[in-house]
């Protein structure tokens, strides 16, 4: 149960932030997601492994609930519209070519 916790608050984590950065097109969509995601797995690597806790499954759902929770409370600070999802070019630059 431990294991569909912790990769279920990581996909909430990558989505929720997905949702904030808005890509463009779906390209744009699945590389952003795969970055977040690694970047989650490794910050949350870095947390847990300077609390010893670093092959403890529980803590590393613990640690995407907390985080989840800090991103939503983040978009609603910053009056982010999580329902929407306008496309909008990460790399405008890009879209000329």
């Known amino acids: 149960m431990d294991k569909v916790f912790a990769l279920i ?3 909430l984590c990558s989505y929720l932030l997905l949702h904030i950065i808005k890509p463009s097109g ?7 997601f795969f ?3 690694s970047a989650c797995i490794i910050a949350w690597g870095y ?9 403890n499954l529980s803590f590393w759902g613990g640690i ?11 978009a609603l600070f910053l009056k982010v519209d ?16």
């Open 26 to 32: 779906i390209v744009e969509a699945v590389l952003a």
């Open 82 to 97: 999580l329902t929407s999802f306008h496309r909008r070019p990460l790399f405008p630059q890009l879209q000329s070519l």
């Open 47 to 55: 947390a847990l492994s300077a609390l010893n806790h670093l092959s």
């Open 64 to 74: 995407g609930a907390v985080s989840a929770a800090a991103i939503f409370l983040i």
């Open 9 to 11: 608050t990581l996909l």
């Open 35 to 37: 970055c977040i995601s």
